[in-house]
């Protein structure tokens, strides 16, 4: 949960979501609370149909038509287990990782090549460099665990969780990696016995 928060802060930047003149915008699967009326002046979720990542395009919806938007942490007031063991992480994450990114292949691969520089790169660095090289990737190293640890801290989980994150970097990249192989060999997205044809997933376009 916390490797995949700071993904997820990185990429999207929720942060900048309640301001009215930058064009970011946030949804969260787990809870959106919306207002009625602006739900359904956006379109509903009928505007959003063949989006694996509906939450999200929920929330670029209600920016686009000029509503306001907060992203508030709701640390200590309500619990939502997301999911129960890392197989289900996977498979959970299979159906939406590629549309996340508006199926590019070209945002996978850089996203991929920028994880793996920046948080597992500085480990092996460790052992296959030497000198001012392997100081300033220390450097990295400690920099990277500082701020995982305070992440950690911040969503009320240990500290020592930063200790995984270069692991937890290799997960996500594995699985956006499968996502994309996935949907483009096999030309659509399974879920829950129900196959989407990638086609038609790409026609949505919000």
Not at 23 to 47: C, E, M, P, W
Not at 117 to 142: C, F, H, K, S, Y
């Amino acid at each position: 949960m916390v490797a995949f928060c700071i993904f997820f802060s990185l990429y999207a930047r929720p942060w900048k979501a309640k301001d009215p003149k930058s064009r970011r915008f946030v949804g969260i699967g787990a809870f959106n609370l919306v207002r009625k009326d602006v739900y359904r002046v956006v379109g509903t979720h009928q505007a959003i149909a063949m989006r694996p990542d509906d939450d999200m395009k929920l929330g670029k919806l209600i920016k686009r038509g000029g509503y306001r938007q907060e992203f508030l942490f709701g640390t200590g007031m309500m619990h939502v287990e997301w999911y129960a063991s890392v197989r289900e992480l996977i498979d959970g994450l299979m159906k939406n990782a590629f549309a996340g990114v508006e199926y590019s292949v070209s945002v996978i691969i850089g996203a991929s090549a920028a994880q793996l520089a920046l948080n597992v790169w500085p480990i092996l660095a460790l052992v296959l460099t030497q000198g001012e090289t392997r100081a300033l990737n220390v450097a990295a190293m400690l920099v990277m665990l500082a701020l995982c640890g305070d992440a950690a801290r911040f969503l009320g989980a240990p500290r020592w969780y930063a200790v995984g994150f270069p692991i937890a970097t290799l997960l996500f990249v594995y699985i956006m990696w499968r996502s994309m192989l996935t949907a483009l060999l096999s030309g659509g997205v399974n879920w829950h016995g129900t196959r989407y044809p990638l086609a038609e997933l790409k026609a949505n376009k919000v």
